[in-house]
DNA sequence: CATGAATGAGTCTTCATTCAT
DNA sequence: GATGAATGAAGACTCATTCAT
């Protein structure tokens, strides 16, 4: 579908330099911050270098210095907020090691959710950067880490056993993302935010006894 | 965002005229068929009229006769893919009425995979139609049909009355967009589909069961 | 700064066929009523072939049947127009023969001013079309007409002899088509039409008389 | 007719930059001229953005730099034409007030002409412009102030009070602009130019006679 | 003859990217 | 390093005109 390698592709969005001056850091953080406010404030369909330049207050040729393309800034962008996801995740899986499903399907959901309700708009708007060319990728590579650290905190459950791990931390994941999405899509406010919370815990924790056999 | 009002906008989409030779039918549809397959075969980022028109084996002047504009052809195809989904888990909910909760949520449940999962790559492909301009709108509106017809078939259940029946429903959608989303995002098979198939029956099962009183 | 010659123009510019048939002229007239309804309704922008069929409640294969092309359409209007007030001037300039300058000044003025007023709104709309390619050539020809019927009539004035009749007359027509034109171009009501009238009368007379030497 | 309003319109046909560099400047003078040259040379029918870039010398994407939109590169045009003679008018209206009637008449009417006929192709060219979307409003302008000055003027002179001071300004007006356009649209050669001038005087002049009282 | 579907050249406009200063 | 002017390929859309039915 796409002419260029995975690594290729990979190369290609990471971003120019590793900066050791300051002030290049700062200039990269600032386009960083652009790039998301432009998202946020324009859309993806607005979305363009000249756009992000502009609200980072430098010229599209230091932009360039930076970040070798378009793409690559949505990606900067994308995969650090996945990438925040994922540590959120790992790490509670890694802490709920050994506990029983239900408290396991408690701690999880909520830090996920949490961590995808810290900057809802950034995230709502993210949806359409993953639906881009090479979005995907991110996106696959973060379900896959998510997977691997559920599963393995499933495995590890004190009180029982689930059936068929492959499909059941994937089903787990997709029973956190699914609602999660669908609320940012309609309407955040405290209150859904806060009863969305409870009742993924109810989804997952249901489901999670449901699969599973008592040791 | 937009500074179109709703009905301006529902105006834009519609096709442009109803034809009334034979050959405008065929025009149409090979256009309509066009669209699917460019947005199959090349993606969202490679869709353009050129392309579409070029595949339907007619000129751009053709497709714009027909269709008022870009937006027009994707949201055609988008909202026939919603509009069939949404009346399948209508009809099965009507079907449903005065059922016991846990047979409702497997009919659904199945109903909404297999009309998910008749053309797996068009279902696919439209994700990223519904991220763009104007598609929301559409996900928006079946959203909510699909949310009214099963909030009107759990508050019929015959065994159990769900409690704040607006979350229950909203979260029974979610637990079923979720992991089809992430199947059709990740690899469709047969067998993942059948195995999917099951454990959305459990999850939204054991999900209504969990939040549900018996009468 | 055309290809074509002159002649090659007007031959392209003349309706088709010569309609022996009665439904053949209802249908040129019908297009051609439809022509002027576009041009003021819609404005010369806007103004297609298409638009014109419809209004003409024909199709557009027939438009082109009677009318070689788009600009034909124009240049039938624009030509029947400018004719008629052709006419109005040559009939009233060879009816002035004779008489005292004052007297032809005010018929002359006030007939011109009535032809172009019968219908403001397609004579303020035609000064869109005579700007468009080959207008030019029928407002030349029109004004040719009118200059020598303007020249002859001074020149057989009764009471004086105009110097420099050329320029004159061309003044005389010009102190007429410059007035209306800003009348045309700002606001058009029935009293200012009437004071149009009476200005340019004392505008035309005043000229004259200041330009000619009584005999 | 048009769906934006007065100030929306404005804002569209304004230049984009106020350029910095020395040769953001020379490419904006550049496209300016070319306007025009392409104007003159090949007449509102064959204008377009492709033409004007190409004799300017610089790529299409610089022209959308400096202009908006391709009916900003004919306001731009039409409108320092427009600004100029009105400049010119309102400066002899002041000078001349006070004066006799004859004398401003004289005076005024010299300085349209000769401002008119500066660049007599340019202004040719620009009756074309002024007849497409938009281009009326900018003569309405330019209208309004000329005649407002010529109606300061006249109200103020020395020797005489016209009657009806709205109908005779306007009138005055128009008795300039009428003939020189016919002038322009017909032939233009130094003989005829100065033979007009000296009629527009004899025009205006008499004109105004004839439609004030003696003080 | 009438119809209206089909054509496709022609226009406007955007925006990622480069490179001279 | 930074700037922002310049580029031009690409894409949406229109409309005069033709021609099969």
Request: charged content about 20%.
């Amino acid at each position: 579908m796409n002419s260029l390698s995975m690594s290729a592709i990979a190369a290609e969005l990471k971003p120019r330099k590793s900066p050791v001056q300051a002030r290049s850091l700062a200039t990269m953080d600032a386009i960083y911050e652009a790039t998301i406010q432009v998202l946020v404030a324009e859309g993806m369909a607005r979305f363009n270098t000249t756009r992000v330049a502009e609200r980072a207050g430098v010229s599209v040729g230091s932009l360039y210095q930076y970040y070798p393309n378009k793409r690559s800034l949505l990606a900067a962008v994308l995969e650090r907020h996945l990438l925040h996801v994922v540590e959120v995740v790992e790490k509670v899986c890694a802490a709920q090691r050994g506990m029983p499903l239900a408290d396991m399907a408690r701690a999880v959901s909520i830090a996920f959710v949490d961590a995808k309700m810290e900057r809802p708009d950034v995230s709502k708007a993210l949806y359409a950067v993953a639906e881009e060319h090479g979005g995907a990728v991110f996106v696959g590579r973060a379900r896959t880490r998510m997977h691997k650290a559920i599963s393995a905190a499933l495995a590890s459950a004190s009180d029982a056993r689930p059936n068929d791990l492959e499909t059941v931390s994937s089903m787990f994941l997709s029973a956190m993302t699914g609602p999660v999405r669908n609320l940012l899509e309609t309407d955040v406010s405290r209150a859904r935010i806060a009863r969305l919370r409870e009742h993924i815990v109810v989804l997952t924790c249901a489901y999670l006894t449901a699969t599973s056999l008592a040791r």
